[in-house]
């Protein structure tokens, strides 16, 4: 296998596929590995080209074969898929990763590091938590509108039923009711002061990154979209311009066009998905 230049690695939870090939396209090594021979395996090899999907765990593998000398390339699933031929199994997977990290259109991913994957992670759970509270919050309110007792759209609207709950003296929802509702209420509570917790932790991460810090001082950017942008754009200098930057991002819509002529409402795209949690942190009270 010292012939190998080019691999297409195909990962997954517990079975990784494997597509090598020498200088000139011929297949080489194919093979499928259990994820505790993935290492031993590399560890062999001489340094190699190595094509990875940009999917779940791949910034990790990533960085683990670059520290055994390997060049990893990380590629958009979606730049893949054109490569794959008839069926779709892992061994046609790997191959069509190793056709596609070949080609010199080829666009790629920078690798993450540990620490912009967990500022991603605070966003993503904080994100996670303020889902689930609006999913309590729209509980509590249907919950009682079933007994005729209905409230204000807002904080306080909450908060005034919420009183009706704790009040054993209203008659008008019942025992069982009560108990159900006032677990939701406890529930709420633990919801919002854990989105408290994560906005000062991403205020701490924000306040230790040069480069978040440089990013608030721009009008209209403040710490939790900062962070963010840190945590998503492993590498600024892959875009050639603030243009493709937008447009990666999402601030320009997509093109659905034909003859110079578009055919259809061009809707705007979401290349990156920390945009929801980017909203501002809630103010403690």
Known sequence: MHSVTTIGLDIAKSVFQVHGVDAHGKVVVRRQLKRRYVLPFFKKLPSCLVGVEACATSHHWSRELQALGHTVRLMPPAYVKPYLKRQKNDAADAEAICEAVLRPSMRFVETKTPAQQSCLMLHRTRHLFIRQQTAVINAIRAHLAEFGIVAPVGRNGVEELLDVVADP???????????CLAALGAQLRMLKTQVLQFDRRILAWHRSNETSKRLDEIPGVGPALATALVASIANPRAFRSGRDFSAWVGLVPK???????????????AAIDTCAACSPPARSP
């Open 255 to 269: 093109q659905n066009s034909s003859g110079g002529k578009e055919s259809s409402a061009a809707s705007p795209s």
């Open 169 to 179: 003296n209203d008659k008008r929802v019942p025992e069982i009711a009560r108990e």
